[in-house]
């Protein structure tokens, strides 16, 4: 039962644009979601994060929105660079004290155009 | 930033014997550790969360006999895949927790290979 998904494998943006990732939940239970970034042989590492008390999250390029009555997040980042190439990861949890683990959606390969 | 390191990086060996990973938060002191796998072109699945000094919590279908996880220190936490079979082969990273709280930023390490033979 996957409950963060992440329906589109692959995305490719020009240099420049605006990249726009996407992340679908099931579980109305989870409050606190996150974006990692992940390069090949390396571990996630952590990008920005947002709490269901929000709509929006901004970070420099990095924008996260969430729509709690869609289930829905997205990860904006704009302009988009060639280091922006990764698998980007969504992650969901619910806080519940000493059971706050993550969730994690199966990925989204993000290249970069030149 | 904070520093995760795990060793060996890509370890192979053969059916039946068992393997230790190491996970080792590098300039602060994890509280919680967690280990996960992934599989090919799947996501990180949480197998177990380690506090230091006390059981870990296993995540439901994870064995518990078959993957021991020792959290010895606030900066290490083992992870001990006993009698690996080719199904154990997969991509395994360790995380570390520095506070309490679900907001505080998981640090995850690069990740060990396992290939078992």
């Excluded at chain 1, 929000?54 to 660079?81: C, M, W, Y």
Aim: aromatic share 12%; with cysteine.
């Amino acid at each position: 039962d996957q409950q963060v998904k992440q329906n589109s494998p692959s995305l490719s943006v020009q240099e420049g644009r605006i990249s726009i990732l996407n992340c679908d939940y099931t579980n109305s239970m989870f409050d606190y979601f996150l974006w990692y970034k992940k390069y090949p042989a390396e571990g996630p590492t952590f990008l920005i994060s947002i709490s269901s008390i929000k709509d929006k999250n901004e970070d420099g390029r990095f924008t996260v929105f969430l729509n709690k009555s869609a289930k829905h997040l997205s990860l904006h980042i704009v302009p988009s660079q060639p280091g922006d190439s990764a698998v980007y990861f969504c992650a969901a949890s619910r806080v519940n004290f000493g059971n706050e683990k993550l969730t994690f959606g199966t990925g989204t390969r993000l290249t970069i155009i030149p | 930033g904070a520093v995760v390191s795990q060793h060996p990086s890509w370890v192979i060996c053969k059916s039946g014997t068992s393997v230790k990973i190491e996970c080792r938060s590098l300039d602060f002191q994890a509280t919680t550790m967690f280990w996960y796998r992934q599989f090919p072109k799947q996501s990180l699945m949480l197998m177990a969360t380690s506090n230091e000094g006390s059981k870990a919590t296993y995540e439901q279908g994870v064995e518990k006999d078959k993957f021991l996880i020792n959290h010895a220190s606030l900066t290490l936490s083992t992870l001990t895949v006993t009698s690996a079979h080719p199904e154990d082969s997969s991509f395994y990273i360790c995380s570390a927790r520095e506070g309490a709280g679900l907001t505080d930023t998981q640090y995850f390490g690069p990740g060990t290979r396992l290939t078992v033979l």
